[in-house]
């Protein structure tokens, strides 16, 4: 009787009697009935559907705590994707805690793709408040398994914050013109970004990312016209785009009239704010906004404690540092001095220049008489002036003159010091205060005479004051005897205006021998006396350095310069100078990007983009270039439009020769071309291959004429330009007739003639001519060359002979430098290095994340280390971040060895889902399709779902027939697991 039982309640038929109990209200029969099957078919998927209904008929009795244990214990076990759905639905109708809910929704769209409302389910949740990787995760699923133009949209824009390059892949694939600007913007596609601005933006609208580049930009002139007829994408790009144009003196009225935040109109209206205001704002959303505008009108409306605790919530940058520094002025003039303003000052560091903060801190720490490092010392080094003053009522004090004018100056108040003394008779121990006095608040000559007749007493004072004179001259005769070591600077200086290098001569301590080294321009002596933490005697000793040519000393002396104070900022672009000079272009850039926002020097702007454009990185050189309008920037622009090929966008008053004849080849403009005047023998060849190019040969042959005895011009060069003639005709035959009978040398045209060969199938004579030209080449004719050998090796099978083709092309130049690491991953792994097919092809996802080849050299990749069984981590790693970027073939693929590496892992339960998104979503490949069937019917089986294991197999049969090598696979499987 017991063994009947068993069979009974084990089968369907006894689980539908459960069902109909719990239909009919009659849960405590129902609940007796699930609980016998989960008992003895706990692990079946009958054991499991009881073990739902269980959990059901246990809410209806009231006993919650139990079914949503045997719901959570239901979530882990079960593997069917319609019970994951109910399941997920109970466990978040019982749940209240928003981040499990979330949780289970995440893992249920992962695991179990196959339940009806899973469309619908993955829009609400990502409309929901999730973060940026929970909602890419989820737009990714619907960008590759729905594959629509919505679902690819969202992906690309969501995919911007992190992976910028993957939504450029995306736009450019599907044609997304706003999405591409916005995505080469955030890759740092400058260049491209502008042509696109200007030529591809049929919805005429800024996007957000526009603001970055124009502040990257340095708030160009050019870029802002560009911008300035088009719409803003959101208010937010309004009201940061009329917050550029006001900084420039440009109307900003079109984008304020758009602005309706609060937030927004507040700070182009904070004149006329009120104390209301201010407290209606206080509602608002926390922001860095926010949080500006009430410190200012805090401190507007005289509420500086409010005003000073919100300034210490804003970051570190110029606008809101101009702010801290407004408030502490104010805190100062009202003679409020604390520790708190010295640690609002400590925060600013993003500054120019940062002795302003200093000269602050130094006036506070005197009133709280504390030290703050040496503050004073990096003024006076810095020539800054103290503009701020303790401020002290004396009115009433009964003291001596003296002790008044002392305690004026020890408050850095000069105004009163010079004030109080005028028309006093005072000894000559205050000439010193009266001086300094005078001195900082620019009265140069009256300290000059004030120190006339005591300049043995203060030399220094007298010094300094002399090297503020328009001229010295008078008092050269009689300048103080007893000098100090550190008088030689202004000795030096006075030296220097006077052009009276014998000043010096009379003193012999390390500072005058080191000045006196610099003005008989003594390179060894300046080094031996030089103290490298003296920032006026390194700026000294580097404008020396620099005109000598010693770029390399330069270097390696002004390391720890910091350019926000200002001598250092001096001996900053000298360093940049030498780094131009040395060729070290990607230090140069590195250290420019660094403060260029806050320095803005014509020079170094030039600078950085000329060496960004020796790096090949045009998208930098254009983004520096446009920082300034003078003609050397203007020059590099109209380069970049015209070698980037957006030739219409050249301004030809600033090209010359080997370009202009360039642009007038591109414009294949002939007339031009004829009146070009060549100033030597290369333009004049130049001119004529470019002629030979697109005119007829006996025009070129006439000019030749004249040409040849003004350069000396041989027959064999007209041979030459009468073979870029026929190359351009494409007369390749008659092309090769002259190069082999003449034994032509020029690589540029052996190479070209080679490519047509290619072209044409005649592999062979091809590498022919590449190898001839390999040794006349230039370096970057050379890697073009070797990259095409490398190819022709590589189709023939020959993959050693490719791999040493392809790595000599990597020596010179960039131009195909993506396409030979993916060549040289295949060559390796032809040759047996995987381990170097593998680096190859993670340089290139590294390198080129935004270039459709990353796809496929990711899918590679991951097919690589799973089918080698070699680090199946890094295969799910590189597969994920691609899936929904590609075409729907390589999300397929992806998808596939994504599934194959989380077995290696043991991830079974996630490689079953990945397999049943293919075999549900993908139907258009079916190779992919039933092999997906096959592996997941195996995983199914190993999991006890045999009845699903086996409509799978029979679902492969039923539409691929029996004969299909994957039918006979499915068959196989099936008796041999006895299906």
């Not at 042509?195 to 930009?217: C, G, H, M, W, Y």
């Not at 060894?524 to 390194?538: E, G, I």
């Not at 005047?677 to 004049?684: C, G, T, V, Y």
């Not at 006349?776 to 490398?790: M, P, Q």
Request: proline share 3%.
């Amino acid at each position: 009787m017991k063994f009947t039982l068993v069979i009974f309640i084990i089968s369907q038929s006894v689980l539908d009697v459960g069902i109909k109990y719990l239909q009919n209200k009659d849960y405590e029969k129902a609940y007796q009935i699930f609980q016998q099957i989960v008992t003895v078919s706990k692990d079946t998927p009958e054991g499991k559907w009881a073990k739902y209904y269980l959990s059901v008929s246990l809410l209806y009795l009231g006993d919650t705590l139990s079914a949503i244990g045997n719901l959570t214990t239901l979530w882990k076990e079960n593997y069917e994707d319609s019970l994951a759905y109910l399941t997920y639905k109970k466990l978040t109708e019982l749940s209240t805690n928003r981040n499990d809910s979330l949780k289970w929704t995440i893992e249920l769209l992962q695991y179990f793709p196959l339940f009806g409302k899973r469309k619908e389910l993955i829009e609400s949740a990502v409309s929901d408040n999730l973060n940026d990787s929970l909602r890419i995760l989820l737009r990714k699923i619907l960008a590759s398994d729905y594959k629509s133009k919505r679902y690819l949209y969202s992906f690309g824009t969501d995919l911007l914050s992190q992976e910028p390059g993957k939504s450029l892949i995306i736009a450019e694939r599907e044609g997304f013109p706003f999405l591409k600007i916005k995505a080469l913007i955030k890759s740092g596609k400058y260049l491209q970004a502008y042509i696109n601005l200007l030529k591809n933006n049929p919805d005429k609208k800024i996007p957000q990312e526009a603001i970055t580049f124009v502040r990257k930009s340095g708030n160009s002139t050019r870029l802002i016209g560009i911008l300035y007829p088009l719409d803003p994408e959101d208010e937010k790009t309004s009201f940061e785009f009329a917050r550029i144009l006001e900084e420039k003196g440009l109307s900003a009225s079109k984008f304020k009239k758009a602005l309706k935040n609060p937030l927004y109109t507040a700070y182009f209206n904070f004149k006329n704010l009120t104390l209301p205001d201010l407290q209606q704002l206080e509602n608002f959303e926390s922001s860095n906004l926010k949080n500006y505008l009430l410190a200012k009108g805090y401190l507007k409306e005289g509420y500086l404690l409010k005003s000073l605790q919100l300034a210490f919530l804003l970051p570190d940058s110029a606008e809101y540092n101009r702010f801290k520094l407004e408030l502490v002025d104010t805190l100062i003039s009202r003679g409020i001095f604390t520790k708190e303003m010295l640690d609002l000052l400590s925060q600013i560091e993003y500054y120019y220049p940062i002795t302003e903060r200093d000269e602050r801190m130094l006036v506070i720490s005197k009133a709280l008489k504390t030290e703050w490092k040496d503050i004073a010392g990096k003024l006076e080094a810095n020539d800054a002036t103290i503009k701020h003053k303790i401020p002290i009522n004396l009115d009433n004090a009964s003291m001596p003159d003296t002790e008044v004018i002392k305690i004026l100056y020890e408050n850095f108040d000069f105004d009163g010091v010079i004030r109080f003394s005028s028309g006093k008779t005072l000894p000559s121990s205050m000439r010193q205060y009266i001086a300094s006095a005078l001195i900082e608040k620019g009265f140069y000559d009256e300290a000059v005479n004030l120190l006339e007749s005591e300049k043995e007493s203060f030399p220094t004072l007298y010094l300094k004051a002399l090297t503020k004179i328009k001229d010295p001259s008078p008092y050269l005769n009689d300048l103080p005897k007893k000098l100090k070591n550190t008088d030689a600077y202004y000795l030096y200086l006075i030296a220097v205006k006077t052009k009276n290098s014998s000043l010096l001569d009379n003193y012999n301590t390390p500072y005058f021998n080191f000045y006196r080294a610099i003005l008989k321009n003594n390179v060894d002596s300046a080094l031996q006396f030089v103290d490298v933490n003296d920032v006026r005697m390194l700026l000294e000793l580097s404008k020396l350095l620099f005109n000598e040519g010693q770029y390399e000393k330069i270097v390696g002396l002004t390391q720890n310069v910091n350019p926000l104070y200002p001598v250092e900022a001096q001996i900053y672009k000298i360093r940049l100078k030498a780094l131009f000079s040395l060729g070290e272009y990607n230090e140069l850039v590195k250290e420019y990007e660094n403060f260029s926002e806050l320095i803005g020097d014509e020079e170094l702007s030039t600078l950085a983009a000329l060496s960004a454009s020796k790096l090949n990185n045009p998208d930098l050189a254009f983004l520096f270039a446009l920082r300034s309008d003078n003609d050397e920037n203007k020059k590099l622009l109209s380069r970049l439009f015209l070698y980037n090929g957006f030739a219409e966008e050249v301004d030809t008053q600033y090209l010359e020769g080997k370009d202009l004849l360039y642009y007038n080849l591109v414009k294949k403009d002939e007339r031009r071309l004829l009146d070009f005047p060549p100033k030597d023998s290369e333009e004049a060849w130049i001119k004529l291959k470019y002629l030979a190019e697109i005119s007829k040969m006996a025009l070129v042959d006439s000019l030749f004429q004249i040409y040849a005895s003004n350069y000396n011009f041989t027959d064999d060069a007209r041979l030459i330009l009468k073979s870029y003639s026929l190359l351009a005709k494409n007369e390749i035959d008659s092309l090769l007739q002259i190069l082999n009978s003449n034994n032509i040398q020029d690589p540029e045209i052996l190479y070209l003639t080679g490519v047509k060969l290619i072209q044409a199938g005649r592999v062979d004579e091809a590498s022919n001519l590449f190898k001839s030209a390999c040794d006349f080449a230039e370096d970057s004719l050379k890697h073009e060359i070797y990259f095409r050998l490398g190819n022709i090796e590589a189709t023939k099978g020959n993959f050693n002979s490719a791999l040493f083709y392809y790595t000599k092309a990597l020596n010179f130049e960039r131009k195909y430098r993506k396409e030979i690491y993916y060549n040289l991953s295949i060559s390796f792994k032809n040759t047996g290095q995987l381990d170097s097919a593998f680096a190859y092809l993670e340089k290139l996802i590294n390198e080129y994340p935004d270039d459709e080849i990353s796809i496929e050299a990711s899918i590679n990749l991951g097919f690589q280390l799973v089918d080698k069984q070699v680090n199946p981590d890094k295969a799910i790693k590189v597969l994920e971040r691609i899936i929904g970027v590609g075409t729907k073939t390589q999300d397929c693929e992806a998808l596939y060895w994504l599934s194959r590496a989380y077995m290696l892992t043991q991830d079974l339960k996630m490689a079953l889902a990945t397999l049943k998104r293919i075999y549900t979503y993908y139907n258009e490949f079916p190779d992919w399709r039933d092999t997906a069937k096959l592996d997941a019917a195996k995983i199914l089986i190993y999991f006890n779902y045999r009845d699903m294991a086996k409509n799978l197999y029979n679902d492969i049969i039923k539409t691929r027939g029996q004969n299909d090598p994957l039918s006979q696979e499915a068959l196989n499987q099936m008796e041999f697991f006895k299906l």
